[in-house]
């Protein structure tokens, strides 16, 4: 295997809990414990309450391609070249988050709006296992 050349997250106490997560191929959100609401990124208090309590739970790990964009020129260069062209989309999650990813498995022309995606995961180094979202068949 080669080595990833591409960029990877940085785990701050914050995020780290989720990329834990993603490395045991679970796609985690952080949950308020006093009104439900779920929220990522993840921040320290919830946006709707207040409340600084939460949980860190198991997202089902299905949506919908909210909006998208098709890179097809590398940056840098080097690293991307034989990447292009990519899906970067913004999937609006079951439990009514957004999240920024890659689509996989579909060629750029096939993506549309409202497009049902399941999560999958890359294992990209020893360390940081990446999400992503496929189409769902049928
Ligand atoms: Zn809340």
Same mark, same amino acid.
């Given at each position: 295997?080669?080595?990833?050349?591409?960029?990877?997250?940085?785990?701050?106490?914050?995020?780290?809990?989720?990329?834990?997560?993603?490395?045991?191929?679970?796609?985690?959100?952080?949950?308020?414990?006093?009104?439900?609401?779920?929220?990522?990124?993840?921040?320290?208090?919830?946006?709707?309450?207040?409340?600084?309590?939460?949980?860190?739970?198991?997202?089902?790990? &299905?949506?919908?391609?909210?909006?998208?964009?098709?890179? !097809?020129?590398?940056? *840098?260069?080097?690293?991307?070249? /034989?990447?292009? @062209?990519?899906?970067?989309?913004?999937?609006?999650?079951?439990?009514?988050?957004?999240?920024?990813?890659?689509?996989?498995?579909?060629?750029?022309?096939?993506? &549309?709006?409202?497009?049902?995606?399941?999560?999958?995961? !890359?294992?990209?180094? *020893?360390?940081?296992?990446?999400? /992503?979202?496929? @189409?769902?068949?049928?």
């Amino acid at each position: 295997m080669n080595a990833y050349n591409k960029p990877l997250p940085y785990l701050d106490p914050e995020s780290r809990p989720f990329w834990e997560g993603a490395k045991a191929h679970k796609l985690l959100l952080v949950q308020c414990r006093s009104c439900k609401t779920h929220r990522f990124p993840p921040t320290t208090f919830c946006a709707k309450c207040s409340s600084g309590d939460y949980d860190w739970v198991e997202a089902k790990g &299905t949506g919908k391609i909210f909006s998208w964009i098709v890179v !097809r020129h590398p940056v *840098p260069k080097e690293v991307y070249a /034989a990447e292009v @062209p990519y899906i970067v989309a913004l999937v609006a999650l079951d439990e009514g988050v957004r999240m920024t990813s890659n689509i996989i498995d579909c060629k750029p022309e096939d993506v &549309t709006a409202d497009m049902r995606v399941s999560v999958t995961f !890359r294992d990209v180094t *020893p360390e940081i296992t990446l999400p /992503a979202f496929k @189409p769902v068949k049928g």
